[in-house]
């Protein structure tokens, strides 16, 4: 990431207009609920945006049907929020848009998670992270809509703008064994390991690479890791069934 220093004369603060300071109080007072007890933020936002909390109310909103798995809902309240944003021309849209995004992605709408996203990035002021956080969302999408050379492109940039996220190396990993890009594959699991050696999640990948590259021994070891490390865990029920291949057969 890159940051710009700017040197400027010191000068005392001013302090936020009333008006500023009663916004930015509300709002994290909001978020807070929201996220220590969702259904009474709902109740907070709704709240607010009758009193014209605005899309801030809506984010807030969103938030807090997110945090109680309310895919549907909070993705509706995110874009109608950076919708109104928008009509503002406010640069917080962008980033609306990507929290609709991820939250059709969870709710398995590809399409409309699809069309928020291209709104995020279209917009041109995510950075950073958050850049690299929305175009990885995009590429799940493309994945799950079978177009592996957009999400390729999608999750190469990705890891420019968030490289130190263990999940988006995961992912190209995935997506490299998926293109049948063994040397790609096992390049980035290495990072993904690297930086997060405790998910299980990377050790099932790891057997999944091995086993494509007809490493057996490889395979099991790493299921078993997965296996190990979360027993209880999606991963490790996937690394179980991998690993029924290798049982005994039963004898006569």
């Not at 302090?15 to 969702?38: G, I, Q």
């Not at 990072?191 to 490493?215: H, K, M, Q, T, V």
């Not at 027993?231 to 290798?246: C, M």
């Amino acid at each position: 990431m890159m940051f710009l220093m700017l040197i400027a004369q010191a000068v005392t603060p001013l302090p936020l207009p009333p008006a500023a300071d009663s916004m930015e109080a509300r709002y994290d007072r909001c978020v807070d609920l929201a996220t220590a007890n969702p259904p009474e933020g709902v109740v907070e936002g709704t709240q607010w945006r009758a009193s014209g909390g605005g899309f801030f109310a809506r984010q807030c909103i969103g938030i807090a049907y997110a945090n109680q798995a309310k895919w549907a809902p909070a993705a509706e309240e995110f874009e109608a929020a950076a919708q109104e944003a928008e009509v503002a021309r406010n640069n917080k849209a962008a980033q609306f848009w990507a929290q609709a995004g991820n939250a059709r992605l969870a709710a398995g709408d590809v399409a409309k998670a699809r069309a928020a996203l291209d709104a995020a990035l279209a917009a041109g002021t995510l950075v950073g992270l958050e850049r690299g956080e929305a175009q990885f969302d995009r590429a799940r999408a493309m994945v799950a809509a079978g177009e592996l050379e957009g999400a390729r492109n999608d999750i190469d940039q990705a890891l420019t703008s968030a490289g130190e996220d263990p999940l988006i190396w995961l992912a190209s990993a995935t997506l490299a064994r998926r293109m049948d890009d063994l040397p790609r594959a096992r390049k980035d699991i290495a990072e993904a390991f690297r930086r997060s050696s405790d998910d299980p999640s990377i050790y099932l990948e790891i057997g999944n690479i091995a086993a494509l590259g007809g490493d057996a021994d490889g395979a099991k070891s790493a299921w078993n890791d997965a296996v190990r490390v979360a027993p209880s865990g999606e991963a490790a029920a996937n690394a179980r069934e991998a690993l029924k291949q290798f049982a005994d057969p039963p004898q006569p």
